[in-house]
């Protein structure tokens, strides 16, 4: 892992821990800076709006998703992701929940 992925993936740590500890409504880039260690110029090179970091997020947790049906379904003969809504998998990117969407899209 190269040092700009390494710093991507702390960024994108620390905001889900925002989230999952103080709630979506507190998750600033200040508060995902802080909760990385890095500084609130670092995320905006990486990410550059809290929109992109929101969006980020959501494709991370959703691949990890992805990831975990493929393995359950691995077993039993029968393709996890076939269980998923072919609307979800129409276009090959996850579709982004409407809340999530109109969270990215305000201001901080």
Do not use: C, W
């Not at 969006?55 to 998923?84: H, T, Y």
Request: proline fraction near 6%; hydrophobic fraction near 35%; glycine fraction near 12%.
């Amino acid at each position: 892992m190269t040092r700009a992925e390494d710093t991507r993936e702390r960024i994108l740590f620390g905001a889900e821990e925002v989230v999952l500890r103080d709630g979506v409504a507190h998750l600033t880039l200040e508060a995902a800076a802080n909760e990385a260690g890095i500084s609130k110029g670092g995320i905006l090179y990486h990410f550059g709006t809290r929109a992109a970091l929101v969006a980020a997020m959501v494709e991370r947790l959703s691949s990890r998703f992805d990831e975990d049906l493929e393995r359950e379904g691995s077993g039993s003969g029968q393709p996890g992701l076939s269980r998923v809504p072919t609307s979800r998998r129409a276009s090959g990117r996850p579709a982004m929940p409407r809340e999530v969407g109109s969270f990215a899209s305000e201001p901080p």
